[in-house]
Nanobody, 124 residues
Framework: QVRLVESGGGLVQPGGSLRLSCAAS????????FTWFRQAPGKEREGVSC????????DYVNSVQGRFTISRDNAKNTVYLRMNNLKPEDTAVYYC?????????????????WGQGTQVNVSS
């Protein structure tokens, strides 16, 4: 049974940092591409960062480029999202999603496995 569990969310002041983790079970990460999505109240879910199964190629949405870093540790079956210089507009529920194959996509329906989400609040 495929399962993704996010952790690491919380309340942080603007300019602060958090590291989100996505622990996978029921499958091995090697052949899967992972994307972190987020959804703020009243807004649509948006893709934030993706890491491909192929050579760990990464992609970021413009609003987080240079501030967020996605990484994966296949040995630990875990994907991470390091978030630096957080801004109030980063406040959202963050979801980890996985799809088989190397292609990154911001289209949520292309991902068959999702975690339950972890809340990130950026506020002074």
């Amino acid at each position: 049974q495929v399962r993704l569990v996010e952790s690491g969310g919380g309340l942080v002041q603007p300019g602060g940092s958090l590291r989100l983790s996505c622990a996978a079970s029921g499958f091995t990460l090697d052949d899967y591409t992972f994307t972190w999505f987020r959804q703020a109240p009243g807004k649509e879910r948006e893709g934030v960062s993706c890491i491909s199964s192929r050579d760990g190629w990464t992609d970021y949405v413009n609003s987080v480029q240079g501030r967020f870093t996605i990484s994966r540790d296949n040995a630990k079956n875990t994907v991470y999202l390091r978030m630096n210089n957080l801004k109030p507009e980063d406040t959202a529920v963050y979801y980890c999603a996985a799809t088989w194959g190397p292609a990154c996509s911001w289209w949520a329906p292309s991902y068959g496995s999702w975690g339950q989400g972890t809340q990130v609040n950026v506020s002074s």
